[in-house]
């Protein structure tokens, strides 16, 4: 095979054994599909495919990286994995890694015309990967950084104890997705430095003057007070961050003085692998949208006999089915593909004259957008009327024990669909002060965004927030309507309302 593409049998031989027919049939339908995914100009990166049994494949979904480090949390996402999986409720049917060469997992247990589609479907994932902007960040040998994260953390356990550094993965894992997006903005500066100036210039405003010699004593000294007071004033106000900050698990890694030398590595490690992993929560709908459109295309001109034809069918028809209570990425991303592409290929007479498309720049179009954009941007500029109205999108909420439908309008849906994507899904949470009380406390702010925060959750949070900081934290919120501060100070939770 190509230097760009392996396949690996279920024995992780990667030479094919000559005998096992399914296997190398398996090895020449990615061959296909790879000359294929070029021929639509798409331009993966170099993907290498294992074959593993469904035990493996729930692992690594439950991890998210083979190799990652260990603890009970993703031991808990693999049971409840492979639990629905065993009982038909659900089934992973690919597992592939942003990467350089990407890997990708192909279940043991799908049928080979399962692994044919899903084979189609990576590449449209790998090429996104490798040209959307928001992954173009990523650090594409994750694989080994996570395998090297694992072996630091193993060290730390055997140097101090494995339900020592249980402890504190509990706590920093309860506000790992507590990050920020914007990961090119600079780190907070030191909140002294604008202040400082504006007191020096103050100063030679005042003692400085050419004319300073025909003002009287008393004037100075009144003058000299009235400074003294305003400087007073000033460290009265002065807080730390000077703005509010988002990305929480940074600011307690770099600001936090309780943390040993090992603690601030295990935060800076499980701060880089969340941040790996956030861009594919920036561009879900996106991602699974752009690689449905492609594995339809390429599948549509492998060589199919009719049994082949109605399992693909099947299967197509599973992966891309609506749903009534959530919103199906595949599904949703495949339909504005397509209709982005067919705006820009036969634009109608509006856009032609005022939008000034000239058309025949359809798949142009689509690869611009899927090198630019992210969901929210996706959704807000490309979810049209007519799209709303041909998926029949619509909100709705709970009232009095019954789900209804509050909405219809196809901008409300949109700017609703768009909303809720707001730090997705989890609550927005900023460091607002870190000396509150001039008692190094750290006040948090949630900013409700429409999405409330669990008290009885938050409050437990707290708990792990100060084995991290040391001292007392805080966190305001709104609860029924009213602004409330919930707070642990080492002993015991404590809440109140706030002006």
Known sequence: ??????????????????????????????????????????????????????????????????????????????????????????????????????????????????????????????????HNAYFSHTNRQMVESAGLHADRIRKYEYEHGSQEVEKFLDAVLSIEEHIDPNIRVKSTPSPYTSQDQEKEKEKNRIIGSPYEDLWSIGERKAVEEKEKEKEREREKRRKFPPSPEKDLLRFIMTYSRELEDWQRDILEMVHNEAIYFLPQKQTKIMNEGWASLWHQRITRELDLSDADYTEYAQLNAGVLSPSKRSVNPYYIGLKIWQDIERRWDTPNEYEREVLKRPGGEGHQKILEVRELDNDVSFLRNYLTKELVDELDLYLYEKRENQWVIVEKNWEKVRDGLVHSMTNFGDPYIVVEDADYKQNRELYLKHLTEGTPLDVAYAEKTLQYLYRLWGRTVHIETVSDHKKILLSYDGRSNTKRSVG
């Open 1 to 130: 095979m190509s230097d760009d593409l392996s396949i690996l049998n279920p024995t992780g031989d990667e030479k094919l054994n000559p005998d096992d027919k399914e296997v190398n049939e398996l090895a020449t339908a990615l061959e296909r599909c790879w000359e294929l995914a070029h021929n639509f100009g798409l331009d993966p990166y170099p993907t290498h495919f294992e074959i593993v049994p469904a035990s493996i494949m729930y692992e690594f979904g439950a991890y998210g990286i083979p190799g990652r480090f260990s603890h009970w949390t993703h031991g808990k996402a693999y049971y409840r994995m492979k639990t629905s999986y065993d009982y038909g409720l659900s089934k992973i049917y690919e597992l592939v890694i942003n990467s350089n060469p990407s890997y990708a997992f192909l279940m043991e247990a799908n049928s080979i015309w399962q692994n044919k589609m899903v084979i189609a479907h990576v590449l449209g994932h790998t090429d996104f990967f490798k």
